[in-house]
């Protein structure tokens, strides 16, 4: 298996690394190819506009589908991001790494999907969900929360985690085509044993040697949903 692991903290030393670590560890032992863009120390511009690009479609107007559109059709992309997007097409499966701020992603782990999923490479003429350009491919967040699991239950101060991740789950890996795997979370790390931590270690490594069979996220059913919306389009009429 080919797995790229997109790495989002900028402390070498902390818990998101040592995962990372386990997980190359792991990969590299059973023979499997790993790759890894560690964001922070790439020094990773998060910022999308005409920086993207070395092509120009319009020079009057940046409108950025249009010109990820063109990009995607003519080479136009800057080689940092075509990079990128190289390493994704070339995985079976993708690896979010991040620890969990304000209840989403990292703003340079965001950057990075702002940038790398464009129009034409990621998505776009009828391709989205089961139909996406990675259908067939597996994708996982593995995360850290600061909080302890009973703050993101039905009854904690952040609720439960599964709808904060769904605009990750679905939104992003779902509407590009991946299979999107259960995610691997870690709650409150700093306030773990040395115990706790080397039995969590070990838990991520057995996952991460199980990656092709672990278990997914339910998927939309898209006929259902475009049937849905041309139903929709003939009562309007």
Request: glycine share 10%; proline share 5%; aromatic share 10%.
């Amino acid at each position: 298996m080919r797995v790229f692991i997109v790495h989002a903290h900028h402390e070498p030393g902390s818990f998101n690394g040592a995962l990372t670590r386990e997980a190359c560890a792991a990969l590299a032992a059973a023979g499997d190819e790993v790759v890894v863009s560690d964001l922070y120390a790439m020094g990773f511009d998060p910022v999308s506009d005409r920086r993207n690009f070395t092509t120009v479609r319009d020079p009057r107007r940046l409108k950025q589908q249009d010109e990820e559109s063109h990009a995607s059709a003519n080479g136009g992309f800057v080689a940092e991001l075509q990079a990128e997007m190289d390493k994704v097409a070339w995985c079976d499966a993708l690896v979010l790494q991040f620890p969990l701020w304000w209840l989403g992603l990292p703003a340079i782990l965001k950057g990075w999907v702002d940038r790398v999923f464009a129009v034409g490479s990621a998505y776009g003429g009828g391709r989205y969900f089961s139909r996406g350009v990675f259908a067939g491919k597996r994708a996982m967040c593995s995360l850290t929360v600061g909080g302890p699991a009973d703050a993101y239950s039905s009854i904690g101060a952040y609720g439960p985690l599964a709808p904060i991740l769904y605009p990750i789950h679905h939104g992003i890996l779902g509407f590009v085509g991946f299979d999107v795997v259960e995610p691997f979370v870690v709650h409150a790390p700093a306030r773990m044993s040395e115990e706790a931590r080397t039995a969590c270690l070990a838990d991520y490594r057995r996952r991460m040697l199980s990656l092709a069979s672990a278990p997914l996220l339910p998927r939309l059913d898209i006929a259902a949903y475009e049937g849905l919306v041309l139903k929709a389009g003939a009562a309007a009429r």
